[in-house]
Structures are given as structure tokens and as C-alpha cells.
């Protein structure tokens, strides 16, 4: 066997701590992904991978009247040149860019499949062509005239544009959604006129607030149209943080039919919504019997989007059909605003609205500025030459004789006619039919409209109020290209207050209407039991369970339960349990303490009054719309301390009261003598040397006092009949009639 050899240590491995390690990768990373990935540069609204697809494309000349050309081509040239990532990430980004469905103003005007609504993909980049927009091209006017500032592509091998001159607002006329590392993005389209009317007022007003502003800038102007509802005060606050969102609703009209009929039919849906998607949602609520206003829907759009919605009934109020539709689904869609973007490029911000077309602005001058300096330098430098060609006509001879016989014709020239090198050269590379005679008019013309030109760029560089008369300019031109009154410019999206409703009316429409039997046993389990079941004789229950109480009720029903501890519990039917198996205990749907039981449960109807007590034997008359909670944890209404609890309820139908405790004593008084209270511990009703409280009820005088013993046979006694038990509040009271049940129970309903 051989020597088994090991490797030498290299002498340059150094140890890191892996935390110091991890931070550094990660910051890195988390930097990239802002700086070059997910945030729009305030200035031009572009993230990299689309500035870069648009430059590829003018480089390919694809302006907006040239042939269309492969987006295969266009996307080979992005990826090979600027963007070295995935094809299909840069075909995707461009595609988005095409849409008019997703982009407000389209920066590609694509030919062939790009997608639609429905959220079908575009065809593969060998089958689409693509160039660019109006948009598109206002955006790169001047990147040839040193607008911008360039910088080497990844490879070296050429250069990019740090930002493109940007002369449409695309930042907030076309919005930018994006997720970066502990960041995100999210802007929605506006409209580029009333932005242009708002930049025009912050030139004059550079201090103007963003609330100003509101006054041109109404909201977002989403492709797809639809309706914001949301308030002026919370749009204002949104524009003036940057973050915020809106709550933006389908556009939907009702169309009458034959003989009574009618239906909605959907327009406009809201943006970034995919039709095909949001009609197969509310068939799946359909079948799950969760829409039962809706009877069906189908969708009729062609070339516009057409959604037919159709109620279960003539008599269905389309205002609450619709309602419960935006509650459940994407008909009402929460748009996000986090106007986060790279300031200057470089530093990434929350701004607001007046900040982010500040600094739209200031790119404007910067650009101007910059193109007017290129422009500067261009026409000193054709003035020159224009001053050797002046020396060269006026002196035409001369000039032969010295090219035609000197050696160095260059020098010669500069020394006799005190030329510069710039114009030597010039002159020695004019062509032999310049030298006509009608050159020199055309020369000194030229010469002429150049200094006039200079004067005034002179003028645009040594004044900032010419500088910015001058972007005002050039942002009145971009409004009257997307005014109100062109196709693309018309705003879209309206504004409304979104409608009220009777809360209750709504949770109904939401769930089928039929009627149940609510089922409770001793411990607390719960179930529902189709239609109204008389007998429960067959209910099977667990081991040492038994029913408790049952109540018939429907499924749009709420339920209201009293627990010992004086709290009242909200229940929806709906949400209840089946009637298969044992149930659920009811702690499943409230909050209720483990020491607590169940006193009553019964149907919420709203508007009657009860009268409530406790074991001490104390009580209060309280509304029933006083006892409902909008909670788990339930509402306090007779304060309990344990072992106080409360015992009992009855409906308040009556004008006497007549209660029982434990040690069978009978006290009947006049009702006036409780007082009515929202909560508390409320007056004492009976007096008791041992035990408390065990029943109560409220009935009329003159009909007298009626109860059911176990077998569910009534009795009743008259008010003269009952005359040794009347008495006053807070009495003992005696014992009982006779037939009165040894449960110490009047046995009777909640009315």
C-alpha cells in the first residue's frame, strides 16, 4: 500500500466569522436588488431591465413609424448588450410594457400576441414583433444630445444610460409595482394631463404642498377604468405621505329585460384584476351557495369587456347584489400606494406627490441644461469652421496656391490667414464643388441664424427663470399630446361614495335563507338540524350528555346566549355545525370563560326589552340591542362577582313582574318599580335569607300570571287570585300557589 498524500494547506486562506460573512453577501444582495432591480428611478419611472429594453430599441431604430421588427431580435440584442439575465425575464418586462391592460400608457406598441384580461400569456418572442410608442420616444428625446449621462454595460464593451431624459412623467402615469429586500413598491397609473397641470403649477409655486395639488391630480386613472370609492380626506393623506391605498370597484350598469327582468352587466374591472380568474371565483361561491342573491353569470366580452350578472329573483335589489359581489370578491380590489423610489438614483424614499414631480422637474432642467450646453458646444464649433470657409472664399486663390504648392499645406494656411487648426482641417477637407459662388451667401446666412441661436441658449443657461420657462414649454407640449380630449388622455377611472346599506341586510345577502332548528345540549354542544323539527325525541347526544334546549330559527339568523357570568354572546347560524354527528362545543365560536355556563340562547330580533337577574336576585329591565356584541369575547351586561352569577332572562311583555327563588317564595310587583339600564348590577327584585334566585317572568295584570309544569301543561291565576303575593320590590314574598312545578320554573318561552 502507498502513502496516502495530503493536500498543503494554501498559505491564503483567512478566517472570517460567518456573521460578518452573511452580513456583507446579504447587504450586497439586499443593495442589488433595490438599486438595479425593483425600484423606479424617480426621474424617468424606469426600473433597469425596461430603460434598457427601450434603448435597445432605439438602437435598433424602432421608433414609432419604423417596421416592426422580432421581439426574438430585440430581446437577443437587451440580454447580449445591457441585461444579462433570462431572456424570458426581459421578454416578460416588455410584454407588460406592451399591454394596454397593464401599462396606462403603453411604452411598446406590440404586433401579435401580447396576452390579455383574461391573464393568458403572450405568444413566445419568436412569433411577436414589437416598437416603440410616442411615449417611449419622449422619453429618449435628447439621448443623443449628451441629455443623460452613460455608463459601461456589464461586459465594457459599450455603454448605457444611467436614466433616459424622460420628458413624459411615466413615474406616476404609468406606475411601477416591485418587491426589493425589505422594501417594496407600489405606485398605480395616473393621468399624464393632469400630472402635466400640476408639474406646470409647481414651476410656478415650487413650495407647493402635495394637498395643493390635489386640486389637478384627483387620484389614480387605472387602464382597465373602474370606480375609486374612497374618501377625499384618505386619498389626500395618501398623496401626501406616499403610502396609502384605494378601494377601486367594477364600473356596472343595470340593463332592463323582458317582462320585469333585468341584469348587471360589468364594464370595467379593476386593475390587475384577471377576468377569467375573478369569474370562476364567484361560480365557486355560486355553487358553494354563498352568493344567494346571484342566480348566474357569464361572460359576453369581446373586443370590451361585458360580464352578465344575473339575480336569483326579479325582486333582489341590484344595489345589495352587488355589494355582497365586492365584499367576496375581486369585483372591489384594494390598490396599494408606497410611492418608494431611487432619488437621484441613488437613495431609495418614501416620497409624496409634490416630491416626486419635483424631482421629475429637476430632471427636466438637469436634461435641458445639459442639451443646451452639447448644442452650445456644437455651434461654436460650426462657427469656427464656418469663419475658415468665410477666410477661404474671400481668399480662394491664394488658398490654392498655398495647397497646391506648399509641402505642409496646414501650417501654411494657419500662418497666412491666422487660422485655427479646427479650421484648416476644414478648409483642407471641403469638396471641390463648395466653391461656388452661392456658397458664401448660404455661409454667412448660416453664420447668421447660428449666433441668433447661441443668443438665445446663452440666455437659457444664464437665467433659471428662463430655464424653467422653458420646461414649462416642454410640459405643455406632453399635456396637449395626452389631453383630456385624445383617445389615450381621457381620464378613466371615476370617483364615487360608495353607497349605504343596512348592515344586516348585507350579512344576509351573503348566506341561502332557509330555516334550521338550533339544537344545544346540557354541556354545550351546538348543532343545527334542517327545517323546523318538532321532535327531538330521536337526537342521540354523547355519554352523559342530553339536550339542553332547542329553538327554531333560520340561517340567516343571529343568535343571542346569556352565560352566568352576565356576558352576552353574538352567533351567526350560518356558521354553525350541521346536523350530522354530535356538533361543536359552542366555546368554538365565542370566547367564553371555562368557569361559565350557558343561561339561555334565543334568535335576535332587536327591539325588545328584557328584564335580567342574578342569583342574588338582583336585576334590570335592558334593550336587546344593548346585549349585542360585535365580539368573541361577548358583551357585558349585569355585572356578576362569583360566586354571584346570573340565573335568568324574560322578555319584557307586561306591565308585572313575578318572581321565584330557590327556597320557593312567590313576589309579584308592578314593573315600573325596576329601572331600565344598559349595564350594571341593577335593584334588588326578592329578598333572601338562603339560596337566591331561581326564576322570573313579566306578564299582564289583567290577563294574569301563566306557567308550564314538566309535562308541558298550562295553568294560570288571576291578579285576585294572587292578591296575598303582591307585594312591593325587594320583598320575601311566600310560597307558591298550588300546582305551581317543584322545579321552581315558570316554565315559559322567550317571546
Request: charged share 30%; net charge neutral; proline share 5%.
Amino acid at each position: 500500500m502507498g502513502k496516502r498524500l495530503i493536500p498543503p494547506e494554501p498559505a491564503d486562506i483567512e478566517d472570517v466569522a460567518l456573521r460578518t460573512a452573511l452580513e456583507e453577501r446579504y447587504l450586497a444582495y439586499a443593495l442589488s436588488t433595490i438599486m438595479h432591480r425593483a425600484l423606479p428611478d424617480a426621474r424617468d419611472g424606469l426600473k433597469p431591465v425596461h430603460r434598457r429594453i427601450l434603448y435597445g430599441m432605439r438602437l435598433l431604430r424602432l421608433d414609432p413609424g419604423a417596421p416592426f421588427k422580432k421581439s426574438a431580435k430585440i430581446v437577443g440584442d437587451v440580454m447580449g448588450s445591457f441585461h444579462p439575465h433570462g431572456d424570458q425575464a426581459i421578454y416578460d418586462a416588455m410584454v407588460r410594457l406592451a399591454q394596454d391592460f397593464s401599462s396606462r400608457y403603453p411604452l411598446v406598441d406590440g404586433q401579435g400576441n401580447f396576452g390579455n384580461i383574461d391573464g393568458d400569456n403572450a405568444a413566445a418572442y419568436r412569433y411577436t414583433e414589437a416598437r416603440m410608442t410616442d411615449v417611449a420616444r419622449l422619453l429618449l428625446d435628447g439621448i443623443d444630445e449628451d441629455g443623460v449621462e452613460f455608463r459601461a454595460n456589464y461586459d465594457g464593451q459599450s455603454k448605457e444610460p444611467v436614466v433616459l431624459p424622460g420628458g413624459f412623467p411615466n413615474l406616476l402615469a404609468n406606475g411601477a409595482q416591485g418587491i426589493a429586500v425589505g422594501m417594496a413598491t407600489a405606485i398605480p397609473p395616473h393621468n399624464a394631463a393632469e400630472l402635466c397641470d400640476a408639474a406646470l403649477h409647481l414651476i410656478d409655486k415650487p413650495d407647493a404642498k402635495s394637498r395643493a395639488l390635489l386640486k389637478w391630480v384627483k387620484g389614480p386613472d387605472f387602464p382597465t377604468g373602474g370606480v375609486i370609492i374612497d374618501s377625499k380626506e384618505s386619498i389626500a393623506e395618501a398623496y401626501a405621505t406616499g403610502r396609502g391605498a384605494f378601494r377601486t370597484r367594477a364600473r356596472w350598469h343595470q340593463e332592463e329585460g323582458a317582462r320585469g327582468t333585468w341584469v348587471v352587466v360589468v364594464t370595467e374591472i379593476p386593475w390587475l384584476v384577471q377576468k377569467s380568474r375573478l369569474i370562476e371565483k364567484i361560480a365557486e361561491l355560486l355553487n358553494d351557495k354563498k352568493l344567494p342573491l346571484l342566480g348566474d353569470i357569464r361572460d359576453e366580452s369581446a373586443e370590451d369587456i361585458r360580464i352578465v350578472i344575473e339575480p336569483k329573483s326579479r325582486n333582489v335589489d341590484p344595489e345589495l347584489l352587488m355589494e355582497s359581489l365586492f365584499r367576496l370578491t375581486e369585483l372591489e380590489s384594494r390598490i396599494s400606494l408606497n410611492l418608494n423610489v431611487l432619488v437621484k438614483g441613488r437613495i431609495p424614499k418614501v416620497v409624496g406627490l409634490a416630491e416626486a414631480l419635483r424631482e421629475w422637474l429637476d430632471h427636466l432642467r438637469d436634461v435641458l441644461l445639459r442639451r443646451s450646453n452639447y448644442r452650445k458646444a456644437q455651434i461654436e464649433h460650426r462657427l469656427e469652421v464656418l469663419g475658415g470657409y468665410l477666410v477661404a472664399y474671400l481668399n480662394i486663390d491664394e488658398v490654392i496656391r498655398i495647397i497646391r504648392t506648399e509641402d505642409e499645406p496646414k501650417p501654411a494656411l494657419m500662418k497666412a490667414f491666422k487660422l485655427t487648426e479646427v479650421q484648416a482641417d476644414a478648409i483642407l477637407n471641403m469638396r471641390l464643388r463648395s466653391l461656388r459662388k452661392l456658397e458664401e451667401m448660404e455661409i454667412r446666412t448660416e453664420d447668421k441664424n447660428l449666433r441668433a441661436e447661441l443668443k438665445g441658449i446663452n440666455a437659457v443657461l444664464g437665467s433659471e427663470a428662463e430655464q424653467w420657462k422653458k420646461v414649462a414649454e416642454q410640459v405643455r407640449k406632453v399635456r396637449e399630446m395626452f389631453g383630456p380630449k385624445t383617445p389615450l388622455g381621457k381620464r378613466r377611472t371615476a370617483f364615487a361614495d360608495a353607497p349605504e346599506h343596512d348592515l344586516a341586510a348585507i350579512e344576509e345577502a351573503f348566506v341561502e335563507r332557509e330555516p334550521v332548528t338550533v339544537v344545544v345540549s346540557d354541556k354545550g354542544w351546538v348543532r343545527t338540524l334542517k327545517g323546523h323539527v318538532e321532535d327531538l325525541s330521536g337526537l342521540s347526544f354523547k355519554t352523559d350528555d342530553r339536550l339542553g334546549f332547542a329553538f327554531f330559527a333560520e340561517t340567516t339568523s343571529k343568535i343571542l346566549l346569556l352565560a352566568t357570568n352576565g356576558r352576552f354572546y353574538a352567533l351567526d347560524v350560518a356558521k354553525l355545525p350541521g346536523g350530522r354527528g354530535h356538533g361543536e362545543p359552542i366555546r368554538m365560536f365565542i370566547d367564553m370563560e371555562q368557569d361559565a355556563a350557558i343561561v339561555t340562547m334565543f334568535v335576535n330580533t332587536g327591539g325588545r326589552k328584557f328584564l335580567v337577574a342574578s342569583h342574588e336576585g338582583q336585576g334590570f329591565v335592558v334593550n336587546e340591542d344593548d346585549c349585542v356584541g360585535t365580539t368573541r369575547k361577548g358583551k357585558q351586561v349585569l355585572n356578576v362577582d362569583m360566586p354571584n352569577e346570573a340565573r335568568a332572562l324574560t322578555t319584557v311583555v307586561g306591565d308585572t313582574v313575578a318572581v321565584i327563588g330557590d327556597n320557593r317564595k312567590l313576589l309579584i310587583f308592578p314593573l315600573d318599580q325596576v329601572p331600565e339600564m344598559a349595564r350594571g348590577r341593577g335593584v334588588r327584585l326578592q329578598k333572601y335569607k338562603d339560596g337566591g334566585l331561581s326564576d322570573i317572568t313579566v306578564f299582564t295584570a289583567k290577563d294574569g300570571l301563566k306557567w308550564r309544569d314538566s309535562a308541558g301543561r298550562e295553568f294560570s291565576a288571576t291578579m285576585k287570585e294572587l292578591a296575598e303575593w303582591r307585594g312591593h320590590r325587594a320583598d320575601a314574598g311566600r310560597l307558591p300557589p298550588k300546582g305551581f312545578p317543584k322545579s321552581n320554573k315558570f316554565g315559559l318561552p322567550i317571546a
